[in-house]
């Protein structure tokens, strides 16, 4: 039986990583099996392009550029890592997917959603998330950590309204892609938006019971 796919979508900061691991913990634990994975990156190819995307050095990149090498990353994920797990039958949770580039790059870079779209429509082979969890927080909030760190990426050091631009793309979206999104509350506490996500995520399991 084909495994299930979970994306955690969301801005900056939102806690997705965090959120990440204790999903894992959880599913562990429950003796599912399953697999975690991130974008851009999941693959050895995936990860050195995660590096060029993300290098602050990198300040000339283009849009266009950024938006095709998320897409190759992705394109290397689905096809090294994603269809293989799904076919094994594991539960392959995912931080960040096709959503986070029609936001940040579609909305943010300007570049247009459909056209955006294409690119990782050819990308992803037909392959969509069973479930896509979106963390609804504030970005104003949550940049202001991330920027402040020295270990803080291209991406991260756009500043504000850039950010703001993606969250505004993101809520755009919701509205045209519904198909599988459960909006978390990502303001409340970690162990409240942790509950809300299980709850989400057992909803899924148990409908492929």
Do not use: W
Not at 24 to 42: A, Q, V
Not at 99 to 107: D, T
Request: some cysteine; glycine content about 10%; overall charge neutral.
């Amino acid at each position: 039986m084909r495994g299930q796919f979970i994306t955690l979508e969301g801005p900056d900061g939102s806690g997705k990583s965090t959120i990440l691991k204790l999903v894992g913990n959880y599913l562990r634990d429950k003796g599912i099996d399953f697999i975690t994975t991130r974008e851009p990156g999941g693959t050895e190819i995936g990860e050195k392009i995660r590096q060029i995307i993300l290098d602050n050095n990198n300040i000339n990149m283009g849009g266009e550029t950024e938006a095709l090498l998320y897409a190759a990353a992705r394109a290397q994920h689905v096809h090294e890592k994603i269809i293989p797990a799904l076919e094994e039958g594991k539960v392959v949770i995912c931080d960040r997917f096709i959503l986070s580039s029609l936001a940040y790059q579609g909305v943010g870079r300007n570049l247009g959603i459909e056209r955006v779209k294409d690119i990782n429509d050819f990308a992803i082979r037909g392959i969509y998330p069973d479930l896509i969890l979106f963390f609804h927080v504030n970005p104003e909030v949550t940049l202001k950590r991330k920027i402040g760190k020295k270990s803080a990426d291209r991406l991260e050091r756009e500043g504000s309204d850039f950010h703001n631009k993606a969250y505004q793309g993101y809520m755009k979206l919701l509205k045209m892609y519904p198909k599988n999104i459960k909006i978390i509350d990502a303001s409340k506490p970690i162990e409240e938006v942790f509950k809300q996500s299980i709850e989400e995520i057992e909803n899924l399991l148990g409908k492929g019971e």
